[in-house]
């Protein structure tokens, strides 16, 4: 998988000087704690990037629950992390895929075309018994170019212009569990269903205990959709669309953006339906 990296990999390359490791874990219920976990330990050299404070920017009446990050600041951040468009970066999360993912779909929009999500999370870096520490890194600070990637993003009126359209061409994917696309339960946002026309493709079923399917699965997980068509994935708020992103891309789809606002910024118009 040319987007992942295992464990052993990382082992391997932990003290090499072009390789930086990043800390994404986060709970949606609990904002502080992954950066109390990562106080507490994590994988040697990595630096903590939180999904709130550094991968999105502050909620407004518009753009979902995690908008687009300030990019100068999520620029800032990355120089004083010693990344340039010379390093390789491989992002964990606790297992569960979507933060490591959220960080990786960030730096390949800004260009960076050296980065990884590791497979299996923390959590199975622990099952190993590899090496952790508390101790905070610091490094030399660098020069991150930015070269904005738009053709990864859609946004809203892109959104409404397939939903109104209809256009055969482009599929919308809502990775939410099942029950939250049939609108049978909503534990987060404000109005149940989902975006007219969309199809349901649940993110987390391309991952097994925090390990991406192999790429004979994603496929066939995929197998009805045509690669020929423009994806345009989205969830709830732009983090758990991501691996559905990384593993359609994985088995060979090359027209996949995201909708990063997702269903809470969808349901910030009143003007767009639900189904």
Not at 229 to 240: A, D, N, P, R
Not at 243 to 251: G, Y
Request: aromatic share 10%; hydrophobic share 35%; glycine share 8%.
């Amino acid at each position: 998988m040319k987007f992942i990296k295992d464990k052993e990999w990382l082992l391997k390359n932990l003290d090499q000087k072009d390789v930086r490791i990043i800390d994404c874990r986060f709970a949606l219920s609990n904002p502080e704690l992954g950066k109390q976990e990562y106080d507490n330990s994590h994988i040697p050299g990595a630096v903590y990037f939180d999904l709130e404070k550094d991968l999105s920017s502050q909620v407004s009446s518009h753009g979902g629950r995690h908008p687009m990050p300030e990019i100068n600041k999520l620029k800032e951040k990355l120089e004083i992390a010693g990344i340039d468009e010379n390093t390789t970066i491989v992002a964990y999360d606790n297992g569960e895929g979507a933060y490591a993912a959220r960080f990786w779909w960030m730096l390949t929009y800004l260009g960076h075309k050296r980065v990884y999500v590791l497979d299996g999370g923390y959590k199975n870096w622990l099952k190993s018994n590899y090496p952790t520490t508390s101790d905070v890194p610091v490094f030399d600070k660098s020069e991150f170019h930015v070269d904005v990637q738009s053709y990864l993003l859609a946004d809203v009126k892109e959104v409404q212009e397939v939903v109104s359209s209809g256009n055969p061409n482009i599929i919308l994917i809502d990775s939410r569990e099942n029950k939250r696309y049939l609108g049978i339960e909503e534990p987060i946002d404000k109005k149940k269903g989902h975006i007219p026309g969309a199809i349901n493709k649940p993110w987390m079923e391309g991952l097994r205990d925090g390990y991406y399917h192999s790429m004979e699965e994603q496929k066939l997980r995929f197998s009805s959709l045509d690669p020929d068509k423009e994806l345009i994935v989205y969830c709830g708020s732009g983090v758990t669309a991501v691996p559905n992103l990384i593993t359609l891309k994985e088995a060979g789809f090359e027209k996949v953006r995201l909708y990063l606002g997702s269903f809470s910024d969808w349901i910030s118009y009143e003007e767009n339906k639900i189904k």
